[in-house]
């Protein structure tokens, strides 16, 4: 057994999960979420200063647990944010600088196959019939398997850049619609979803009040159940949202274009519900740097 400390830089949040690794079972020591926005302004290709400084803060944080926590090995990886701007020299430096962290910049191929890798690990589904979401801040990663090996492809439609670019629910379908056309000829039964958008809905619906992880996972969303509470949360000012139990106040500006996101999806696909996995890139990472 190892204990390992695996740190996402995401385009909305940075977050923390410390476990403990033997073969392919991952047992949480600790975990920490942090929305930092990194993506602010992501539309326009650079990374801000002051998100920037937000999330190395953030870092600072995990990196601190990371230690105290007797981590013996700890990987940083950075998402669609970091790996999309014409800045990202900049703040990889940084972060080496402060940290003396290497950060692995994911590409959207590495994003999707290590959240698949995370989901497989923590949900009873069979591999051969589910397709995997992951609705991130900047992108949207799927993943199913193909040959017996992971086929993805990542779409730049996440929960944040699609809130800063005005846009509707036909353009997400223009969007998303050729990606899912690479499925045809694959038997796909279940859709199982990773993200904070997917978690977010599945607290919605839930009521909870305190976030509880263990009542998330697992939780399966129905259509109507994501069309309800669409309709529901495009009827609410964002302030409103704010108190909206399930709902983290951090998120209430984007979470309607999150929610599109997977409302599409499930219409395109045709299936009548998704099912939310609590484990997803960061236990990934971990299993891939227990090697």
């Keep these: 057994m190892i204990r390992i400390a695996a740190i996402d830089i995401g385009t909305n949040s940075t977050r923390l999960l410390v476990a403990d690794v033997s073969g392919e079972r991952v047992q949480t020591v600790d975990t920490k979420l942090m929305t930092t926005r990194l993506g602010e302004g992501i539309n326009e290709g650079i990374l801000l200063p002051a998100a920037m400084e ?68 923590g949900l009873p589904v069979d591999p051969l019939s589910t397709l995997v979401v992951d609705v991130g801040g900047g992108s949207t990663e799927l993943i199913w398997n193909g040959n017996s090996r992971p086929n993805c492809v990542s779409v730049n439609a996440g929960a944040v850049r699609m809130t800063g670019s005005g846009w509707n629910e036909q353009d997400m379908a223009i969007v998303l619609k050729p990606a899912l056309n690479m499925l045809r000829g694959y038997r796909i ?22 976030y509880e992880p263990s009542l998330v996972h697992g939780h399966r969303l129905t259509a109507g159940t994501i069309q309800r509470i669409y309709e529901m949360l495009k009827s609410l000012s964002v302030e409103e949202r704010k108190r909206l139990p399930g709902l983290q106040p951090e998120r209430a500006d984007i979470i309607v274009a999150g929610v599109a996101i997977v409302k599409t999806l499930l219409d395109i696909i045709g299936l009548d519900s998704i099912v939310v996995s609590e484990c997803d890139i960061l236990h990934g990472l971990v299993l891939e740097k227990s090697k």
């Design 189 to 210: 039964s279940c859709l199982a979803g990773v993200g904070g958008t997917v978690t977010t809905l599945a607290a919605i619906d839930l009521g909870l009040t305190v």
């Design 54 to 121: 937000r999330t190395l803060e953030a870092i600072g944080v995990c990196y601190d647990t990371s230690l105290r926590l007797g981590a013996e090995r700890v990987v940083a990886a950075a998402t669609s944010a970091v790996r999309d701007a014409a800045n990202r020299p900049t703040f990889l430096e940084l972060v080496k600088q402060r940290f003396g962290l290497e950060v692995w910049v994911l590409s959207g191929e590495e994003e999707a196959a290590l959240s698949y890798r995370g989901v497989l690990s």
